[in-house]
């Protein structure tokens, strides 16, 4: 596998840290405003994190797979904002 071609096989090194920045905030925010407006019990909100966690590393991973544009990265990263809200509305009144 030959990588990128600026930096190489290890191009995955420097990519892998840049995207996590890019992506955890983000993670942290929608979760912290799903759990304020509904509160639920700590192995629930376990199973949310979770559930979250696994849904934003495959997004990181596709993202770095198709090596999107900053654009097309922050579009991704908005409706995964919403989904996760979305999702912990949908999670947390069941």
């Given at each position: 596998w030959l990588g990128d071609p600026k930096f190489g096989a290890g191009g995955w090194i420097i990519y892998w840290p840049l995207w996590g920045v890019m992506f955890a905030p983000p993670v942290f925010v929608a979760s912290?405003?799903?759990?304020?407006?509904?509160?639920?019990?700590p192995r629930r909100l376990l199973q949310f994190?979770?559930?979250?966690?696994?849904?934003?590393?495959?997004?990181?991973?596709?993202?770095?797979?198709?090596?999107?544009?900053?654009?097309?990265l922050c579009?991704?990263?908005?409706?995964l904002c919403a989904a996760t809200v979305v999702f912990?509305?949908?999670?947390?009144r069941t």
């Open positions: 912290f405003v799903a759990e304020v407006w509904w509160r639920s019990t994190f979770a559930v979250t966690l696994s849904a934003y590393l495959g997004a990181i991973e596709v993202s770095f797979a198709l090596d999107v544009l900053l654009p097309t579009i991704e990263i908005a409706v912990a509305r949908k999670w947390f």
